[in-house]
């Protein structure tokens, strides 16, 4: 009997021919009765093989028995002959090409993007709120209180300008000043009040100027108001930007809102009130009583005789 030439095999007796092996199998000795399958790595893409082919680099094959090698795919990379597995790029890095077998295959990030997996075949954009200058990521840095991003792929943060503020991380937007409020300040990650005296009803005021100081008459008593109040009847206020009304002194009266000056008692009456309701007019003198002068505080009894 003459032995299978190697490629071949004899699977039973009696055989007149040998068999060819079948392609993903080889056989590199004579007289075989069977052939062996391609390791992973290997392949075999034709009929009587003697010999199994190594994957080349690039290339992979997790599988036995097969007949080709499976292109490195997009984000990975073999750099090894006969490899039965592919490598993923690692984050930061990303590879949009298939058969890549190099790691300098793999691509670092550019500044704006990130990729924050393995074996990722693009990278990802910065989204609103965040930004990378460097490249080779894996993430994106949040804005900071005082700065957002509103655009994708973003370099870097922009400060909120004057006027604006942003106490929050990560955002996208500023807010403009409230109203009794100011920010004179790039950047800024809170507001300013207007003093205790002031005042402001524009929003988005962008210096400590726009605080207004109360007028004569009128006063604020807390910080951030953004209207003034009027004195009340009774009271009064000369001077600008106080925080406070003057009681009309005794012998005087204000007798309406938003007075400033206190009005003297005419002859003929007097207030001995100081910072009361009753400051708000004066009281005539009574009977055997009189006021002969202006800004009486007390009336005068009528002399004996008379």
């Known amino acids: 009997?003459?032995?299978?030439?190697?490629?071949?095999?004899?699977?039973?007796?009696?055989?007149?021919?040998?068999?060819?092996?079948?392609?993903?199998?080889y056989q590199p000795s004579t007289g075989g009765y069977g052939c062996i399958e391609a390791s992973q790595g290997h392949y075999v893409p034709y009929n009587a093989s003697?010999?199994?082919?190594?994957?080349?680099?690039?290339?992979?094959?997790?599988?036995y028995g097969t007949t080709y090698c499976l292109?490195?795919?997009?984000?990975?990379?073999?750099?090894?002959?006969?490899?039965?597995?592919?490598?993923?790029?690692?984050l930061g890095t990303y590879n949009?090409?298939?058969?890549?077998?190099?790691?300098?295959?793999?691509?670092?990030?550019?500044?704006?993007?990130?990729?924050?997996?393995?074996?990722?075949?693009y990278?990802?954009?910065?989204?609103?709120?965040?930004?990378?200058?460097?490249?080779?990521?894996?993430?994106?840095l949040d804005t900071e209180p005082g700065y957002f991003v509103n655009s994708y792929a973003s370099l870097s943060?922009?400060?909120?300008?004057?006027?604006?503020?942003?106490?929050?991380a990560s955002t996208d937007f500023c807010y403009s000043a409230d109203v009794g409020h100011y920010v004179d300040t790039v950047g800024a990650a809170n507001q300013t009040a207007c003093l205790p005296g002031t005042y402001n009803q524009n929003s988005g005021s962008a210096t400590s100027d726009t605080c207004i100081d109360a007028d004569p008459g009128y006063f604020t008593d807390s910080s951030a108001m953004y209207f003034q109040i009027s004195c009340q009847p009774g009271t009064f206020q000369p001077s600008y930007g106080q925080t406070a009304c003057v009681d009309a002194e005794p012998g005087h009266y204000a007798p309406?809102?938003?007075l400033y000056e206190q009005v003297a008692c005419e002859p003929g009456t007097?207030?001995?009130?100081?910072?009361?309701?009753?400051?708000?007019?004066?009281?005539?003198?009574?009977?055997?009583?009189?006021?002969?002068e202006h800004g009486s505080s007390q009336p005068t009894a009528c002399a004996a005789g008379t």
Do not use: W
Not at 123 to 140: M, V
């Open 123 to 140: 990278q990802r954009e910065c989204t609103l709120g965040t930004y990378q200058p460097a490249s080779g990521q894996s993430s994106c």
């Open 256 to 258: 309406d809102y938003g």
């Open 270 to 292: 007097y207030n001995t009130e100081h910072g009361s309701s009753n400051s708000s007019a004066c009281i005539d003198t009574g009977p055997g009583y009189y006021t002969p």
């Open 157 to 168: 943060q922009i400060p909120c300008g004057k006027g604006t503020y942003q106490p929050n």
């Open 50 to 63: 003697v010999l199994q082919f190594e994957c080349s680099i690039g290339t992979f094959q997790p599988y």
């Open 96 to 121: 949009p090409l298939d058969g890549s077998h190099s790691p300098d295959d793999c691509l670092d990030t550019d500044p704006g993007h990130f990729t924050d997996d393995s074996g990722m075949s």
């Open 1 to 25: 009997c003459v032995l299978a030439s190697a490629g071949y095999f004899v699977a039973y007796y009696g055989a007149d021919n040998q068999t060819a092996c079948y392609p993903g199998t």
């Open 71 to 90: 292109n490195a795919t997009a984000g990975h990379y073999v750099d090894q002959p006969a490899s039965a597995s592919q490598t993923a790029c690692s």
